[in-house]
Nanobody, 127 residues
Framework: QVQLVESGGGSVQAGGSLRLSCAAS????????MGWFRQAPGKEREFVAA????????DYADSVKGRFTISRDNAKNTVYLQMNSLKPEDTAVYHC????????????????????WGQGTQVTVFS
């Protein structure tokens, strides 16, 4: 099992930036693909971004493409989500997640591909 703890959320004016961090422990972080998902009140959880265990490929939801960047630092066992040009519709609880198995080669776009989740961090964007 991988333990995940998010941080970096907060309240920011539209157009601003935040960087979320997700610290992992418990297993060899570098062997797991990582993803960020978000859930707004009354809405389904949605995919935001993912990065392969190798770091060689990243994917983004269309709604955040060009504004958000996912990255990882295996030496620090941490995955990041840099969020720029934030919009009120980005308001949600953001969760990081680790894939169900090591060296997972799936698309990393759906929640069922992930086995461990963090508690989440709140991001609020006001206009």
């Amino acid at each position: 099992q991988v333990q995940l703890v998010e941080s970096g959320g907060g309240s920011v004016q539209a157009g601003g930036s935040l960087r979320l961090s997700c610290a992992a422990s418990g297993r060899t972080f570098s062997r797991y693909g990582m993803g960020w998902f978000r859930q707004a009140p009354g809405k389904e959880r949605e995919f935001v971004a993912a990065i392969r265990w190798s770091g060689g490929r990243t994917d983004y939801a269309d709604s955040v493409k060009g504004r958000f960047t996912i990255s990882r630092d295996n030496a620090k066992n941490t995955v990041y989500l840099q969020m720029n040009s934030l919009k009120p519709e980005d308001t949600a609880v953001y969760h990081c997640a680790a894939t169900r198995s090591e060296y997972y080669s799936g698309l990393l776009l759906v929640g069922s591909e992930y086995g461990d989740w963090g508690q989440g961090t709140q991001v609020t964007v006001f206009s």
